[in-house]
T-cell receptor, first 118, second 112 residues
Framework: DTEVTQTPKHLVMGMTNKKSLKCEQH?????MYWYKQKAKKPPELMFV???????INESVPSRFSPECPNSSLLNLHLHALQPEDSALYLC?????????????????FGEGSRLTVL | EDQVTQSPEALRLQEGESSSLNCSYT??????LFWYRQDPGKGPEFLFT???AGEEKEKERLKATLTKKESFLHITAPKPEDSATYLC?????????????FGAGTQVVVTP
């Protein structure tokens, strides 16, 4: 069983809807990530939060809005999406041994939220 | 720009038929190379981290090795439950955030 929990597992929304994806981890990890994965493709990084602060935004359109309310929670707010945004959205977390050692690439992924935009 | 190329794209094996997957990478200084396993419709599952050329890691029927330009994932006497897509990813020396560049993956099917 994964220690990163994502809800909902499936989401269908129209282009005018507003919805949110949620992610929770209780491993004490201080970095959290959103990845997007299309069918038969590798995961693509969207956002990185480190110590609840947004550290990386990979030029993601503003219709995707991340939020990190605390060290265990990560949200992705969705608004005015396009059909091409349909994908598996993956949340992940990783340890941070502490400065100056950087965040490790050993990521723990959730099972993902399958998003379909009509 | 960092690049990760995996081959073959797909691999079909008989149960017990050992084989190797390849991951070639180009990165401006390697902090780490990572192998993940992904089952259909699920998130990737971390398998191994390799940091320097010559390093090897093993877990059950899987063994990962690293050279200066590529990594291999050897599957010894595979079982049907080893069927999955295996992803390779690199973290550059300059990265501080756990940012990974993934390869496209090798889809492995093991038949009884």
């Amino acid at each position: 069983d994964t220690e990163v929990t994502q809800t909902p597992k499936h989401l269908v929304m129209g282009m005018t809807n507003k919805k949110s994806l949620k992610c929770e981890q209780h491993m004490g990890h201080r970095a959290m990530y959103w990845y997007k994965q299309k069918a038969k493709k590798p995961p693509e990084l969207m956002f990185v939060y480190s110590y609840e602060k947004l550290s990386i935004n990979e030029s993601v359109p503003s219709r995707f809005s991340p939020e990190c309310p605390n060290s265990s929670l990560l949200n992705l707010h969705l608004h005015a999406l396009q059909p091409e945004d349909s994908a598996l959205y993956l949340c992940a977390s990783s340890q941070h041994p502490g400065q100056p050692v950087p965040h490790t690439g050993e990521l723990f992924f959730g099972e993902g939220s399958r998003l379909t935009v009509l | 720009e960092d690049q990760v190329t995996q081959s073959p794209e797909a691999l079909r094996l008989q149960e017990g038929e050992s084989s190797s997957l390849n991951c070639s990478y180009t990165v401006s200084g390697l902090r780490g190379l990572f192998w993940y396993r992904q089952d259909p419709g699920k998130g990737p599952e971390f398998l191994f981290t390799l940091y320097s050329a010559g390093e090897e890691k093993e877990k059950e029927r899987l063994k990962a090795t690293l050279t200066k330009k590529e990594s291999f994932l050897h599957i010894t006497a595979p079982k049907p439950e080893d069927s999955a897509t295996y992803l390779c990813a690199v973290q550059a020396q300059t990265d501080s955030w756990g940012k990974l560049q993934f390869g496209a993956g090798t889809q492995v099917v093991v038949t009884p």
